[in-house]
């Protein structure tokens, strides 16, 4: 099973904005990988086949952080 790999831009202005989105995403099953840049306002997801980009994308928004972009990495 390949992991697909998922990079977003999220609005956040502290480490409690980060640790909010770290929080969900470690929730979600199906994820090996998170990779939160707070300088960058980058959020990376390494995930199994099982979890969809829109599945990330509606994880993080859950947050109430705007999602500025996301890409499908790999």
Known sequence: MADHEYLFNVA????????????????????????????????????SDAVSYDTVLATIKKTGKEVRSGTVVA
Do not use: F, P, T
């Open 12 to 47: 956040m202005s502290c480490s409690g904005c980060s640790n909010a989105v770290q929080r969900v995403l470690n929730k979600l099953n199906g994820v090996s990988d998170i990779q939160i840049s707070l300088d960058e306002q980058s959020v990376r997801v390494k995930a």
